[in-house]
């Protein structure tokens, strides 16, 4: 089955600085690639996501690349906030089951 | 719509009870799930359920189990609680396109001593 692998497990920024996470994942028929965000004891919901046949997406401050060749893709966040402060995790599918997780990113940005 | 629905919010439960956790969704998805997030582990997948009467175990499955007799309704049931399911539990579910965006419930934290 698919496993993903998430790095780093913490990081930390100045305000205004930039974050990226990086994940790789296993298997090559995965074709669909969330990034969630998850506050302190809320529920993870979805921020940005991208599909195989797509090479990068945008949403404001925030981006995705993905280089399925290398079976690897990446969250950019710009011009970090301290409301941007959270756990992120990615994740992958292939085939029909659900979505297989990352051990998630802490990422804490202090003003 | 309510979404993903979630009850209890917290449990504390003594090593061998068995509890039910419950899980809503007014959505009308065919697809839901049950994953277990425990710190540094990320989350897991305990069991799914592509439609009513259909169901299949996930990466974790022991000591857990499902049924899914509504569309709307996917309970997971803790048969003989122990100190390592302690955990935040998350229900989620999935519409059109199968299991891509997946919509999660606010979660259930339980503790076993």
């Known amino acids: 089955g698919e496993n993903v692998e998430q790095h780093p497990s913490t990081l930390s920024v100045q305000e205004g600085d930039s974050a990226v996470i990086k994940c790789t994942y296993s298997d090559s028929a995965s074709n669909y690639f969330p990034w969630y965000k998850q506050e302190l004891g809320k529920r993870p919901q979805l921020i940005i996501d991208?599909?195989?046949?797509?090479g990068e997406k945008k949403d404001q401050r925030i981006a995705v690349t993905l280089n399925k060749t290398a079976k690897h893709f990446s969250l950019h966040i710009t011009e970090t906030q301290p409301e941007d402060s959270a756990v992120y995790f990615c994740a992958a599918i292939s085939g029909n089951t659900p979505l297989v997780f990352g051990k998630g990113t802490r990422l804490s940005v202090i003003a | 719509n309510a979404g993903v629905t979630q009850t209890p919010k917290f449990q504390v439960l003594k090593t061998g009870q068995s509890m039910t956790l419950q899980c809503a969704q007014d959505?009308?998805?065919?697809?839901m799930s049950w994953y277990r997030q425990d710190p540094g582990m990320g989350l897991r997948l305990i069991h799914y359920s592509v439609g009513a009467g259909i169901t299949d175990q996930g990466e974790v499955p022991n000591g857990y189990n499902v049924s899914r007799s509504t569309t709307e309704d996917f309970p997971l049931r803790l048969l003989s609680a122990a100190p390592s399911q302690t955990s935040v539990y998350f229900c989620?579910?999935?519409?059109?396109?199968?299991?891509?965006?997946?919509?999660f419930g606010p979660g259930t934290r339980l503790t076993v001593l």
């Open positions: 959505m009308n998805h065919e697809y």
């Open positions: 991208i599909r195989s046949n797509v």
């Open positions: 989620a579910s999935s519409g059109t396109g199968g299991w891509n965006e997946q919509f």
